[in-house]
């Protein structure tokens, strides 16, 4: 049974070494720039600690994957270009990458650098697929949240690269790198500044009533009575008024984290490369404890003992998980 | 992110009154201690280093009042009720912020719980999370060292003392 690769989030260099020190095969992380889909405030590496964090995790086996998963507005590559050089010249173990100039340029100017196409791409079927891995080299695709684990065990068997799925983290079901929503209220682009919901557009506000209510550059996208857990403050995940319904409800998604620990096994066997945690916006507590507990997992598994599934439902959104799509397109 | 009137889950400490003055020069001392130590940290919170922030144990009987400038570092308490000019504030039990101090907790986790609260400038906030949450040894530690072995012999309580409360809040259906 093939071991697939743990890949594990890190917005810090701390958290960087938490998932090393975790049991991480790879982590991925980003620059302090909108080449990187988690721009936010105090977040990321510059490209210093960038370098002590490539010499760190090289020290100890564990790979570091770089994310250049964002789109170029028109006419200005130039950072794009030049993040990927820099990868290339601190020595990353592969660049992820959506866009499809960034992949041109780093194929051409940088042969030996290892590309993976980001979720962000949105590249779900075996002739997209196909074609990002014969126009640029492509060695590893991140499949969108979308598909079931049959699907994907097909999927593998028809393209020409390595595959890697989320397992644990954001759910986020939108058309990956196409969804525009929080644009529309922030006036900043999720997919070319890299922050959906930035900090600065967020508020808390108590209500009269006593309720919190979340807005998001005024506009208000929920409100939690005093027992209620919360979500992101993201439209998709927000809870609407609508004539035809007589309370709030989540139009679009609700507060909940995907959890596969208990598909890992199936995963596997359709012959996933590598699993994928999300979280690179969350703190190294976070970090540490699910990198630990799908180590423990993988490894269970692939020696074929009973993985003794960890309780992560107090890290997840809302205090809720899912299995998702991974296990029926009917999870709502 | 909670709801204030929710966060408390019981009484406050019984603590005797406490003349705040009396803290401020130790708080001083502790905030110039972990700068020192910890340079990068302003580099993270780039603009928002100006900022005031207010912390507030709501299980204590005072609050903090924080700007992590290095070039104006200013730390000290005041008391509940008192509503100091600040760009953002972070509320919850003690042993949770003490938790999340020492990278054994999650903020965003206890958002979803509920069991933090943050109001005002969102920005700010979560600055000061990434740039504390960067920071390798406990800030808590450096502090209980500035003590000796009676700081130690106390750290040591308080973790235990936290860990208690963090089972407590997981096995909360």
């Known amino acids: 049974m093939t071991r697939p690769e743990l890949i594990c989030p890190a917005g810090t260099p701390a958290a960087l070494r938490a998932a090393v020190d975790a049991g991480a095969d790879a982590v991925y992380c980003g620059f302090q720039n909108a080449t990187n889909a988690r721009n936010f405030v105090g977040l990321n590496f510059t490209p210093q600690e960038m370098a002590k964090s490539i010499a760190y995790s090289h020290e100890r086996g564990a790979k570091v994957l770089v994310t250049l998963n964002t789109f170029p507005p028109a006419g200005k590559l130039a950072l794009w270009y030049g993040a990927v050089d820099l990868c290339a010249e601190l020595g990353a173990d592969a660049i992820i990458v959506a866009d499809i100039a960034t992949a041109d340029y780093a194929h051409r100017a940088h042969p030996g650098l290892r590309i993976h196409l980001s979720v962000q791409a949105a590249a779900s079927s075996p002739e997209a697929i196909a074609w990002y891995v014969r126009e640029f080299g492509v060695r590893r695709v991140v499949l969108p949240r979308i598909m079931t684990v049959g699907e994907i065990a097909g999927l593998v068997a028809d393209i020409p690269c390595e595959v890697e799925t989320f397992i644990f983290g954001n759910h986020g079901l939108m058309v990956e790198g196409r969804c525009s929503l929080t644009t529309y209220a922030t006036g900043q682009s999720t997919n070319m500044d890299g922050a959906c919901s930035p900090a600065a557009c967020v508020a808390y506000d108590r209500e009269p009533d006593g309720s919190l209510a979340t807005r998001l550059s005024g506009f208000t996208i929920d409100r939690f009575g005093p027992g209620d857990t919360a979500g992101y403050p993201t439209i998709c995940k927000g809870r609407y008024l609508a004539p035809c319904r007589e309370d709030g409800y989540y139009a679009f998604e609700e507060p909940v984290s995907l959890n596969a620990s208990a598909m890992l096994g199936e995963l596997i066997a359709a012959g996933v490369h590598a699993f994928k945690i999300e979280g690179r916006q969350r703190s190294k507590a976070y970090v540490k404890k699910v990198v630990a507990a799908f180590r423990a997992a993988v490894d269970a598994i692939a020696e074929g003992r009973e993985p003794e599934l960890a309780d992560l439902v107090a890290l997840t959104e809302g205090q809720k998980q899912t299995e998702g799509a991974l296990k029926t397109k009917r999870w709502r | ?173």
């Open chain 2, 1 to 173: 992110m909670t709801d204030a009137s929710r966060t408390p889950r019981g009484p406050r400490l019984p603590l005797p009154p406490l003349p705040l003055f009396l803290l401020d020069p130790i708080l001083r001392r502790v905030a110039r201690k972990v700068a020192a130590e910890n340079p990068d940290l302003f580099d993270r919170l780039g603009e928002h280093r100006h900022s005031w922030f207010l912390i507030d144990p709501v299980n204590l009987p005072f609050m903090l009042y924080l700007r992590p400038d290095p070039d104006a570092l200013d730390f000290r308490a005041v008391p509940k009720g008192a509503t100091p000019p600040h760009a953002a504030r972070i509320a919850g039990r003690f042993l949770r912020l003490l938790s999340l101090m020492e990278g054994d907790e999650d903020g965003d986790a206890l958002f979803f719980s509920r069991d933090l609260t943050v109001t005002g400038d969102t920005e700010a906030i979560v600055c000061l999370r990434n740039a504390l949450d960067d920071v390798e040894r406990p800030v808590a530690e450096t502090v209980a060292d500035m003590f000796g072995p009676p700081g130690r012999i106390a750290l040591r309580a308080l973790r235990e003392a936290a860990a208690r409360e963090r089972q407590q809040a997981e096995a909360q259906p």
